[in-house]
């Protein structure tokens, strides 16, 4: 069911803390989900309505056949806007907004009697993190639902994703996928080499 049809008004556990005891509402990351190619102009509008916004995007080079290079702005994640407000603010006025369709569920979670899963809430360390990847990462990076199979956990030991904890997907041809997880965005997915990682645990059916 869309929430623009039936708005929860129960406010969700994990939007209560010691801040808000002392009347200071507390500010969560949610996904706003909106139409595709139009993220960034969503995240401008949200902007300009006074809240925090980030669209996930990375910057590629590409080099047309005339020679000529250009630096261009990739979106990561479609149809999607992260906004850091309030839950008030998210149910009152965030999901109000005509070109807001909805917001990101976590499915993981339990259903309701009408069978609506709650609200996601993405924590301030996975923010840290996707941030860190698409600013980060020389390879280009999509976010996919997590395989059902992962191969070897594996820490980055060289370049500029060094310290990136994850589990890597090996291919025939000896190059590699390092997969991090985000919790309920998915996962982050981006080629790496072999020799830039060190094995920190084996997945049981993973095979050399």
Not at 40 to 54: A, F, M, V
Not at 98 to 115: C, E, H, I, S
Not at 151 to 179: C, P, T, Y
Request: proline share 3%.
């Amino acid at each position: 069911m869309d929430e623009k049809d039936v708005i929860d008004h129960s406010v969700s556990t994990a939007t209560q803390g010691v801040g808000d005891a002392v009347g200071v509402l507390k500010k969560n990351w949610y996904v706003a989900i909106v139409n595709n190619n139009t993220e960034k102009s969503c995240g401008e509008k949200l902007r300009q309505e006074g809240h925090e916004i980030y669209v996930p995007i990375q910057k590629e080079t590409h080099r047309w056949r005339n020679g000529k290079v250009k630096v261009v702005e990739r979106v990561v994640i479609s149809a999607s806007v992260f906004v850091h407000c309030t839950e008030k603010e998210r149910r009152q006025h965030v999901v109000t907004l005509p070109y807001v369709k909805r917001f990101m569920t976590d499915n993981a979670r339990a259903a309701d009697a009408l069978g609506r899963h709650p609200v996601a809430v993405i924590p301030e360390s996975q923010m840290e993190k996707l941030r860190f990847i698409l600013y980060n990462s020389d390879a280009p990076v999509s976010i996919e639902s997590c395989p059902v199979r992962l191969g070897d956990r594996v820490r980055v030991v060289r370049g500029k994703l060094r310290g990136i904890e994850g589990r890597v997907i090996r291919n025939g041809d000896g190059s590699a996928h390092l997969i991090v997880q985000l919790d309920v965005l998915g996962c982050a997915r981006m080629d790496i080499a072999p020799e830039d990682l060190e094995v920190t645990g084996r997945h049981l059916s993973s095979t050399e």
